[in-house]
């Protein structure tokens, strides 16, 4: 294959449709020929697009969130280009491989060009070891951080805020309530407008990002708890629905050209719920305690959408088809039996590899996906019966990873499946946490195969504990020692984090509101 070729083609596609095109060599380096350019960065509506492209693969890479921040016709523009590279890999014998910026397999040399050209969401962003800055006009954002900034980990910037300070024209400080750059990024294009954090609109920034802190704590907590079934799961994805357009809101404030359309947009929607209709809530969002702190989340979820009739019927898994729809049920019947263990396969390394993953693993998709994959290789059971877990994991660690791609049809019973995953996500959730603490509960649900399946031999007869062949032992061997060099690398990768969407109340006090 000419590769040369292949990016000169390239970068024609992408300079007919953006002028504003930076282009790096196959050592990350920034250059002017567009024959060696192997990574493309263009800006798309303010939005940072890398393209990496080698001999066998085109990979696009962008922010998950890229259309929270877009129009409906930006949006319809965004997906046409990606259309437009895909078939550009297609006819250049090339793969094409979406991929999102803050997912874990980056290529170093992606990282490295980032870097160079700025792509990273804090791309305006300078300052000390302690002290970040943003400057739009004669308005600053000042962010302190609690740890010292390392200037070679991308999002370093983003990460670790103790205190978020907006300084206006006159020199005027005030303090952002909230440890979130999102939210103080619209407060400094409000204070630039001649606005103060105090007015009307600057009162309703600070809502909305209340609302988003609100509704991530009601929508983790109901995860965490293993709440989540067909029953609860509209009010979780209503609340995330919520958080993705009060993201998209307050970005929209952040930009210039959008500033005045958003403010239109910006007041929450709030109901007024009837105490029946917050005790109905907390029932149904209670497991052994209720946690008074959600209660706030309430008002934004549309209670009156999910109310069920009385006479209306209850979700008849056998009905619809699918193979983890088959065996759903069973799952469901499973996990509400106490007797039953949630039993995998010994291996200290991968467990450790799963705690880290999901620990950097911002998209909820990704966390559930990484842990119905892990159930799906390692579950074990005396009982051929209970191999539909493993199963109905295999099946939903396909859908949810099929989820993210771009031209994928949604499975019309996703929200239901969703449920029942969540709910198996969370035992395992459990268990993860318990082994770290109780040494004896970890041998309960850490096994090796020949301790609780049955093996027969080719006569037919039991094999005794500690005696399998060599076959078994290669198809069930513990694989800690061949595989901890290369989690140590792994670990080692995922220290780099970009921007954190951790919403926390800031502890500084100002003196403006003492």
Known sequence: MDLSAVASDLFDEIKSRYTNLTLGDDTAQVTTDPQLARFFKFNFNDNPISIAVDETELRLIYNRDITDMLDEEQESDWYNFCRTMREFAVTHNLGFKPQDIEKLDLEQGDFEFMSQVNTVKESKMHGTSKTSYDKLDKTKMIVRHSKKVDEDVPGARSRNISAIFIENAQGERFRFPYNYLAGARAMMMHVAKGGNPYDEIGESIVSKVDEIAQLKKFSNYAVRQGLVDETTLPYVEAATDKIKEAKKTLHRLSKETAYEQAVESLNAQENDLQEDDI????????????????????????????????????????????????????????????????????????????????????????????????????????????????????????????????????????????????????????????????????DEVRKSPEDVKAFKNIKGKDIEKGKLTKQYKRKYKDESSQFEAWLDTKVAEMEIALESDEIVKSEYQDPYTV
């Open 279 to 442: 005790n109905d809530l907390k029932k149904m969002f209670t497991k052994e305690t209720f946690d008074e702190d959600i209660v706030d989340a309430f008002k934004f979820l549309p209670v009156n959408e999910f109310k069920k009739d009385d006479d209306e019927e209850e979700i008849d898994f056998k009905a619809m088809t699918g193979t983890a729809m088959r065996t759903a049920p069973y799952v469901n019947k499973w996990l509400a039996n106490p007797e039953n263990a949630l039993i995998l396969k010994k291996d200290d390394s991968y467990d450790k590899l799963q705690n880290n993953l999901r620990s950097q693993m911002k998209d909820t998709e990704q966390k559930l996906a990484a842990v119905m994959r892990d159930i799906a290789t390692r579950f074990l059971s005396a009982d051929p019966q209970d191999d539909e877990v493993a199963n109905f994991a295999s099946e939903m660690e396909t859908k949810l990873a099929a989820a993210g791609e771009l031209f994928n049809k949604q499975d019309p019973n996703m929200k239901t499946l969703k449920g029942v995953a969540m709910q198996l996500a969370n035992r395992y959730l459990q268990d993860m946490k318990k082994i770290q603490q109780d040494a004896e509960y970890k």
